[in-house]
């Protein structure tokens, strides 16, 4: 059982591109989250979802960022425009349908601005 | 809101040698609480979880004691070995306070470890 997929693993951008970063959960899980954890600092939440609705985004910037969790596919964390301040490293978790599972980790994308 | 707060680190240990990590926690509801451990180049994995206060967890010769009264859940292994060496995060998912899930986590900021043969 393959563990959640995230790609690419290093994304360099310069001012003003996108980002997509794409996550593909464990198979049978339903629940994607994402956080992101800037340097020397802890992981910080940023949206949960699950397929084709996002449930809280309580931690996503309210600009140029968006997420969604297609029917079919992986789950696409999107960042427009982007800023030297958003290098970081950019985590997905993907849980089970049930509400108090432990959530599994990818490797992370590592994203880096110039 | 909620926060966890962590050890300053790094923290390096010889082997063999005693490991405590100390973690607080403010929350608004009753939150469970994990411990997180990430090694060099991977994800995130569980290392050990406890759900309500006096709960212990334990992984992997790692423990920690979920204490209500001290809002704490310290990390300690009687005996470190090299392949300990990561990162380790404190983390609370508080259902109680509207969380949706335990896939929604607050993390302390990480502790490095490092242990020398």
């Known amino acids: 059982n393959a563990g959640v997929m995230q790609n690419p693993r290093h994304l360099v951008r310069r001012r003003g591109q996108e980002a997509r970063l794409r996550c593909s959960p464990m198979?049978?899980?339903?629940?994607v989250y994402w956080y992101r954890q800037l340097p020397e600092e802890g992981l910080k939440f940023m949206v949960y979802l699950q397929k084709e609705n996002i449930i809280d985004e309580s931690g996503m910037p309210k600009e140029r960022f968006s997420a969604e969790f297609p029917k079919e596919g992986p789950s696409i964390l999107r960042i427009q425009q982007v800023v030297r301040g958003d290098s970081a490293a950019y985590f997905c978790?993907?849980?089970?349908?049930?509400?108090?599972?432990?959530?599994?980790f990818g490797q992370g994308t590592r994203l880096t601005v110039v | 809101g909620d926060s966890v707060t962590q050890m300053e680190g790094p923290v390096t240990l010889s082997e063999e040698a005693f490991l405590t990590i100390n973690c607080t926690y403010t929350a608004t509801g009753y939150p469970s609480l994990f411990w997180y451990v990430q090694y060099p180049g991977e994800g995130l994995q569980l290392l050990l979880k406890a759900t309500k206060a006096d709960d212990k967890g334990s992984n992997k010769g790692f423990e920690a004691t979920y204490r209500k009264e001290t809002t704490s859940f310290h990390l300690e292994k009687g005996s470190v070995q090299v392949s300990d060496s990561a990162v380790y995060f404190c983390?609370?998912?508080?259902?109680?306070?509207?969380?949706?899930?335990?896939?929604?986590?607050?993390f302390g900021q990480g502790t490095i470890l490092t242990v020398h043969p």
């Open positions: 983390a609370l998912s508080d259902l109680g306070a509207g969380g949706t899930s335990y896939g929604k986590l607050t």
């Open positions: 198979k049978g899980h339903s629940h």
């Open positions: 978790a993907s849980s089970a349908l049930q509400m108090n599972t432990e959530a599994f």
